[in-house]
């Protein structure tokens, strides 16, 4: 059996109604490619089965510690049942874009069973009219609890789940199932009175890290890290959530984004993303008169610390940075800079502080304290008192290089993530990668944003204004063409007039739900050459 560390114990203890504790991804799946140009449910089954065979992470499920005395434990389930976690659904016609983001809200506003395998999949039929993917493919909705995986973990484990040839070999046995014995309540005894009586020591060795990592903390925060604001400013993101949610999601065109890291010197990929989510924030913001003034919104950005040789473990190896993210500049450029020049001082504070802190700060504190004081905050519901954060932008590595993927023979043709909300940080944005696409996916109490699709709309409005800036840049840049013949000059209209076109395509948007008013979502058509 393997102990949750204290980080993973905190999403476990955090967990409550309103905010379940849910990572997960939404799959578009064209089944023509499968043999026959069909995948039965039991043909998913079977695939499924055979899959999990290469790990047992699955099949994990917690122990508690008598009392709660002490952090749980992961044990393999002996009374494993893959049909209890793979649900069979659909969507209720015309089967689009809106229906599926309600469905995948509804589903991500509940939690799991802890008792059995924190993970659930949804093979969802009856989507027929979702723009990008043809009629009668099928989603795969995929959610782990955070405290069973980090973002880097919960991608080795929906890796295993696909194939690079869409010819599988059903009933292949990569490995021997082994289910652990559940202990004995003695002999959980056995396991938490030595680590009860143990305590203080790793309290005191905790304590000694802690102070040396606070030390270096504030140094650097008066130097190198020094914030270029003091406080978080309180919008309609930070408050109570409710257990009901909206989703909406959008794709980029990851070779356009890498151009436009132009824009400033030095930028990254990353910054270029954040800088375009603070100016769909500050649109939205300003669209509902919210807008904080002089004050930009601060956002936590996970930083993994998880080596290469742990790239396959479960649990959470993470740490956070926490940025401005611009939303007080109205300049487009000024807040690519300002969101560069953040990073570059929150990246290293949070690798090589940050982390240290805060496990130090874990392990300090006695596993029925933490378990108490979260119990403390679910029931007073602190953190929607004081906003600590206003929002979460976190990136899951996606699919490496081009060549398709497959699930059971169905080739993926998007994958769309999905981060929680919790007290105090109603809308979460997170981004993976799949083939030449970066995808965003929003999730967000719907309460706090019940116009997803007007929520969506903002990005797409700063993802243009960031395009205008490059194309204008690069026309700079291009040399002065040679002189050429009159004749050559004089182009037939509808041939001039179609390049501009041609050149405003390159964002899918894809909307997110209303339920509340009954809005209808569509998708932009436009689509890289090659989409499917």
């Not at 064209?30 to 089965?49: F, N, T, W």
């Not at 809200?105 to 395998?117: G, N």
């Not at 959980?188 to 903390?217: E, H, I, N, Y």
Request: charged residues 25%; glycine residues 6%.
């Amino acid at each position: 059996m393997k102990q949750l560390t204290p980080m993973d114990s905190h999403f476990f203890y955090f967990e409550a109604p309103n905010q379940p504790m849910m990572i997960g991804s939404l799959w578009l799946c064209d089944q023509s490619s499968a043999p026959g140009g069909l995948v039965r449910h039991k043909e998913i089954l079977q695939y499924i089965s055979d899959r999990l065979n290469t790990t047992s992470y699955f099949r994990r499920r917690l122990e508690q510690a008598p009392f709660q005395l002490d952090d749980p434990y992961w044990l393999d389930d002996e009374s494993f049942d893959l049909e209890y976690h793979v649900r069979h659904v659909g969507l209720p016609q015309p089967g689009d874009w809106r229906q599926l983001c309600i469905f995948t809200a509804r589903t991500m506003s509940r939690s799991v069973d802890m008792e059995r395998a924190p993970w659930e999949i949804y093979i969802i039929e009856g989507v027929n009219n979702v723009p990008g993917i043809p009629p009668n493919s099928f989603a795969v909705l995929i959610r782990f609890h955070h405290a069973y995986v980090d973002g880097k973990a919960s991608l080795e484990l929906t890796t295993a789940m696909m194939e690079e040839t869409a010819e599988h070999e059903y009933g292949r046995r990569d490995r021997v199932e082994v289910a652990e014995r559940a202990p004995t309540r003695l002999e959980m005894w056995a396991r938490t009175t030595p680590r009860m009586m143990g305590q203080t020591f790793r309290s005191l060795r905790a304590g000694w890290v802690a102070g040396r990592k606070s030390l270096d903390l504030v140094r650097r925060l008066r130097d190198e890290a020094q914030p270029e604001q003091r406080r978080v400013p309180r919008t309609l993101f930070n408050a109570h959530i409710s257990p009901h949610r909206s989703y909406g999601a959008l794709t980029w065109n990851i070779p356009e984004l890498k151009r436009m890291r132009q824009l400033c010197q030095g930028a990254t990929l990353n910054d270029v993303v954040i800088a375009i989510i603070g100016g769909g924030m500050r649109r939205y913001l300003t669209h509902h008169n919210q807008l904080p003034a002089n004050e930009s919104l601060v956002s936590m950005c996970p930083v993994s610390v998880r080596p290469t040789e742990a790239m396959k473990d479960c649990g959470n190896l993470i740490s956070a940075m926490f940025i401005g993210i611009g939303t007080d500049i109205g300049d487009a450029t000024d807040r690519l800079a300002a969101v560069r020049r953040r990073t570059a001082r929150g990246v290293p504070l949070a690798k090589d502080v940050l982390c240290d802190l805060n496990n130090a700060v874990g392990d300090m504190i006695p596993p029925y304290m933490r378990a108490l004081g979260a119990w403390v905050q679910n029931k007073a519901r602190l953190a929607g008192v004081m906003p600590l954060i206003n929002t979460l932008i976190t990136n899951v590595p996606g699919i490496p290089g081009l060549q398709p993927r497959y699930f059971a023979g169905a080739k993926i043709v998007n994958v769309f993530p999905i981060a929680p909300v919790c007290d105090g940080m109603g809308v979460s944005h997170c981004l993976t990668g799949i083939y030449d696409d970066l995808n965003l996916g929003v999730l967000a109490d719907r309460k706090m944003v019940p116009d997803m699709d007007q929520y969506i709309a903002c990005m797409e409005a700063s993802t243009a204004e960031y395009r205008a800036l490059l194309a204008e840049l690069e026309q700079q840049a291009a040399p002065v063409a040679e002189p050429v013949l009159l004749e050559a000059r004089q182009a037939p209209a509808e041939t001039v007039s179609a390049e501009p076109e041609k050149e405003r395509q390159g964002t899918r948007r894809r909307k997110g739900n209303n339920r509340s008013t009954g809005e209808r979502s569509t998708v932009a058509s436009s689509k890289p050459a090659g989409a499917a």
